[in-house]
């Protein structure tokens, strides 16, 4: 599932821009710890959230072992591992 998509309309004016966020939550969280969202124009840890993300992985084939949740903040943000920032315009 893409996290952004450029519009019908773009033109490719802004060099490195992947397009509008769009299907799950997107926030831009510190790379260190992503407990803590970043401004609009800071570079850190690309980060999804929300349904579509996730769906059937929160359940563990073994209820002994327990998931880990290691790469997920306290809110559920969960690290893509790539780093990115978000315009004006998302």
């Known amino acids: 599932m893409p996290i952004a998509t450029p519009s019908t309309d773009y033109q490719l004016d802004r060099p490195g821009c992947s397009g509008i966020a769009c ?13 803590h969202e970043l401004p609009t124009g800071r570079i850190g840890a690309i980060c999804v959230r929300g349904f ?6 929160e359940l563990s084939p ?25 315009d004006e315009d998302g």
């Open 23 to 35: 299907g799950p939550y997107v926030s831009i969280r510190e790379t260190h710890d992503i407990e």
């Open 52 to 57: 579509p993300t996730f769906d059937g992985y």
């Open 62 to 86: 073994d209820i002994e072992v327990p998931l880990d949740r290691s790469a997920f903040s306290i809110e559920g943000w969960f690290d893509s591992g790539d780093l990115g920032y978000l």
